[in-house]
């Protein structure tokens, strides 16, 4: 939701030599149209199932980076999932930042918005709801006035110290179903 997930993404996958997987981008390739039009035709909890599918089928791979849609992890299966195949960093952004980042951008349906106030109000909500999920991920990493790049090189720094911490990629929870 306008943090850098996917530009991030790019770019550590680059430096780190292995493929990136932007599941919006995987799922509007699959269902042939837009996340935006996923939403309005077949609704929001079709779209989290095929989500679900995805993550489900992405956590089977290695050497990846995946960008996971903000949704995503909402589901806690979901964030296990995502954290089997590796560690889960959460980007994060001021709703000031989103919003400048977003503009008039029309593709993200839980934030189509008229004016820039409307979208304001949609993006501190979305967030609220969204934060003790959020919170949730042990890793946290604020984009705020940082490049793409400059995340990225911050990621890659810390790696491997959170690869060696030991400290869990996602709170335990109760077993799929």
């Given at each position: ?162 690869l060696l911490s030991g400290r ?10």
């Amino acid at each position: 939701m306008g943090t850098g997930k996917s530009a991030v993404g790019r770019r550590l996958a680059e430096a780190l030599g292995r493929e990136f997987v932007d599941m919006d981008a995987v799922l509007e390739a699959r269902q042939g149209i837009p996340v935006s039009r996923i939403f309005e035709e077949q609704g929001e909890f079709f779209f989290r199932a095929l989500e679900r599918d995805l993550a489900g089928e992405l956590s089977h791979r290695t050497n990846l980076v995946i960008a996971a849609g903000g949704g995503a992890i909402l589901d806690p299966v979901n964030l296990r999932r995502l954290a089997a195949a590796g560690p889960v960093i959460c980007l994060t952004a001021a709703p000031e930042t989103i919003a400048a980042r977003l503009g008039a951008a029309r593709t993200r349906p839980l934030l189509a918005a008229s004016n820039p106030g409307e979208l304001a109000v949609k993006i501190r909500r979305l967030l609220a709801e969204r934060q003790p999920a959020y919170a949730a991920v042990p890793w946290q990493m604020a984009t705020d006035g940082l490049t793409a790049e400059a995340v990225a090189r911050r990621i890659l720094q810390q790696l491997p110290s959170v690869l060696l911490s030991g400290r869990p990629a996602c709170p335990p929870g109760p077993p799929e179903s």
